[in-house]
């Protein structure tokens, strides 16, 4: 049985994202789940990896925040 620990939700433009951290006899867990015009997507990523998540979404933010052109592809990945 799966109990929540803690929720938040974000809303980008037309999309609704939700972050349930969550534990189960397994262990803790994140899910991220997207909800576009009702239509629902979810990935689930174990706890351990949550702060390796969030370096490479702060990786990507920068880029996202900089005067990069789109579609920059970086060979060094």
Known sequence: MEQTI?????????????FDLKENQRGR????????????DTIILPAPGVAD?????QSI????ESD??????EEER
């Open 6 to 18: 803690r929720s938040e939700q974000i809303q980008v433009e037309r999309k609704i994202f939700f």
């Open 29 to 40: 867990f994140l899910r991220i789940t997207e909800d576009v015009n009702g239509r629902r």
């Open 53 to 57: 998540f969030i370096k490479a979404l």
């Open 61 to 64: 933010a920068e880029d996202c």
């Open 68 to 73: 990069l052109p789109p579609g920059r592809f």
